[in-house]
């Protein structure tokens, strides 16, 4: 049987998001429709109408453009440029005095969900992809037990460099990497964003609650919506493992809301 037409709020909450994501890429605005469209004062309300009480002066034309999803070989060329642009770049001198090299992000690019971390760490560092430690190992079987392979995740982190001996992204860094974030999120344009620890979500959210009131509900970035719970690291054995209980109650908020089965409680992360 044919899909459902969407329904208007739907197509409405779309074309917010692509423009949303259009703007946090530097667009910020869009060519006039040239093709004749109804009058303004002869639609009905309800119809077209609400759609540009939404979106101000673009005509429905211009939305509809809008939401044309650039293809995903674009996207993914696009993100290898980005990629390229930030790998020599300077503008935390304390961090490239350290580094070994930028550590991008990983995953298809039109990736569902997208996981954001806080700062690589030494073995990111040394090979160059985020999560790839310890903390990466419990992230992969988080995932596995949420019925995901990392390989369909896009997984990035707030800072593209690793702070000396791991030390907190600063704000002044964070805000440094942002415009990177922001791109690279506008690119792969996931549906859902899980953030993983405080400093994650406190930087993509510009908040400073602590993660225990931001964890367990949904949050807002440029229209998605997004999920916070507690780093892996912090679930290792030598912090505080029994926090597994509350990320896996998250993870399944999350699935709940992705339309995915949650699995049963044996399948919980270990
Ligand atoms: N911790 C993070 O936040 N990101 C990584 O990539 C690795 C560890």
Redesign the pocket.
Same mark, same amino acid.
């Given at each position: 049987m044919a899909d459902p037409a969407p329904h208007p709020h739907d197509l409405a909450r779309q074309a917010r998001q692509h423009l949303e994501s259009l703007k946090a890429a530097g667009i910020e605005s869009l060519p006039k429709a040239q093709s004749p469209v109804t009058p303004r004062r002869e639609r009905s309300e309800g119809s077209a109408t609400s759609a540009s009480t939404l979106f101000g002066d673009s005509e429905p034309t211009a939305i509809v453009a809008a939401m044309a999803v650039p293809p995903v070989d674009d996207r993914r060329r696009e993100l290898a440029v980005l990629a390229d642009q930030v790998r020599p770049c300077q503008r935390c001198s304390e961090l490239v005095a350290a580094r070994t090299q930028t550590?991008f992000g990983v995953g298809p690019v039109d990736a569902e969900l997208c996981v954001i971390?806080? =700062?690589?760490?030494g073995d990111?560092d040394r090979l160059g992809e985020?999560?790839v430690?310890a903390?990466?190992q419990l992230l992969n079987r988080i995932l596995a037990a949420c019925g995901m392979a990392r390989e369909e995740v896009y997984i990035c982190?707030i800072l593209k460099c690793r702070p000396p001996a791991n030390r907190t992204p600063r704000p002044d860094e964070a805000a440094n990497c942002r415009e990177y974030l922001d791109r690279q999120l506008a690119l792969v344009r996931p549906k859902f964003i899980c953030c993983?620890?405080g400093t994650a979500a406190q930087n993509l959210l510009g908040t400073t609650a602590p993660l225990g009131k931001l964890r367990g509900r949904f949050h807002n970035y440029n229209g998605i919506p997004v999920m916070c719970t507690y780093?892996p =690291?912090f679930l290792l054995p030598h912090r505080q493992p029994e926090k597994k209980k509350d990320v896996w109650d998250d993870m399944k908020m999350l699935l709940a809301r992705m339309g995915k089965p949650i699995p049963t409680p044996q399948g919980r992360p270990g």
């Open positions: 550590v971390g806080e =700062a690589p760490g990111e985020p999560f430690g903390a990466g982190n993983l620890g780093h =690291a």
